[in-house]
């Protein structure tokens, strides 16, 4: 396979000096700008909030869409409404660099009239398309939280990273949302997270699962990042879990463990999928958990190739490029395990994600072959 090149999540006195972080808190600043939107870096600020009738509200704002990197900055902030019968209303909101404002301070960004702003407990975010207008407000009941420094980085001089900050881990939320001239409010619960990097995510990682869930008094976030060939498919946990809105333990103790079970070739992108993604997971007091999603079905199948722009899904066709995402639907439990035997179970409707950018050949016979 080549000389396998460096890679590393850091958890280190050295890392967290260098990069001005604290181990023990997440601060202000961390949510603010933290990539000014030149070549080759990229940045997003995600928030997504769920209701009790079926809504589903996910508000973006960018610099640049992340399959655009190596462009010139581009802001845009985008909106999906998911109505209780299945129904999406979608939108992009474009703005010139004058119309916006990214600031490093703390979370205050502007597109155009679209706004997002936040302080890692409370947020207020506004967006308006041609079709769609929505309000959130968004209070956070866990406190911010980061997977030990929150960079990845690759390369034998760490010259490339992927960055990721759940600002809000897990909230309420309150959205006034108007449609077609239709006025909806609403109360539920909400998420935000902060990405940036500075190279395409294709080139760094293979595919990643990422999911989160909300789980009786539980709050689970749960993602296993696998690296491109180049790093040598190497894994890397990311992974919080909150009881009574307090954080219990995450992967800074090293315990997790990635179980896939029931694994298929889907039909449509090609992708190993897995039935059901397990985390076994021992918290620092020696608290033992298992965290299971259990797939029923899918919300979304995506091969890129087929929603890229024309001249970009030529491009992509010719340098092989074969990506796709899948978006699951079922049922996340928990279960507390005490010298072998299972305790608690508690189970909630759940969603999840697989992310797939690399060949299809990143299986279990493949790694094998590779060592």
């Not at 119309?99 to 597109?111: G, L, M």
């Not at 997790?256 to 999928?273: A, I, M, N, S, W």
């Amino acid at each position: 396979m080549g000389r396998i090149k460096n890679s590393i999540h850091p958890d280190d006195k050295f890392h967290y000096e260098k990069m001005g972080l604290r181990r023990d808190r997440v601060e202000l600043w961390e949510d603010g700008a933290r990539v000014d939107g030149s070549k080759g870096n990229y940045e997003w600020w995600y928030y997504d909030s769920h209701y009790p009738d079926g809504t589903v509200l996910v508000i973006f704002f960018y610099s640049k869409m992340p399959i655009s990197v190596e462009g010139p900055i581009k802001p845009m902030a985008t909106v999906e409404l998911t109505l209780p019968g299945g129904e999406k209303i979608s939108e992009e909101v474009y703005a010139s660099i004058e119309e916006s404002y990214y600031a490093k301070e703390s979370c205050d960004v502007r597109i155009g009239e679209c706004f997002c702003r936040g302080d890692l407990k409370h947020y207020d975010v506004y967006i308006k398309g041609k079709r769609v207008e929505a309000k959130l407000s968004l209070e956070g009941k866990v406190r911010a939280w980061r997977s030990q420094t929150g960079s990845i980085f690759f390369g034998d001089r760490e010259e490339h990273y992927f960055a990721w900050l759940p600002a809000i881990p897990e909230g309420s939320a309150v959205a006034d949302v108007s449609y077609d001239g239709e006025s909806l409010h609403l109360e539920g619960s909400g998420y935000h997270d902060h990405n940036w990097g500075n190279i395409s995510m294709l080139k760094l990682m293979h595919h990643w699962y990422w999911g989160r869930a909300k789980i009786g008094n539980y709050n689970v976030i749960s993602a296993w990042i696998t690296a491109e060939k180049k790093y040598g498919y190497k894994d890397f946990d990311v992974f919080m879990l909150a009881k009574d809105g307090e954080i219990i333990g995450d992967n800074s103790n090293h315990t997790l463990r990635f179980l896939p079970e029931e694994r298929y070739l889907d039909e449509l992108t090609g992708k190993p999928v897995y039935k059901k993604v397990i985390y076994e997971y021992e918290t620092p007091t020696g608290e033992e958990y298992r965290i299971t999603y259990n797939r029923h079905g899918d919300i979304n199948k995506t091969r890129f190739l087929d929603v890229l722009p024309k001249p970009v899904s030529i491009l992509a066709r010719l340098i092989g490029f074969d990506g796709g995402y899948h978006r699951f639907e079922g049922e996340a439990s928990i279960e507390r395990i005490e010298k072998g035997t299972v305790i608690e179970r508690v189970s909630a409707p759940a969603v999840w994600e697989l992310m797939y950018f690399g060949k299809a050949a990143a299986d279990e016979k493949y790694r094998e072959k590779s060592k």
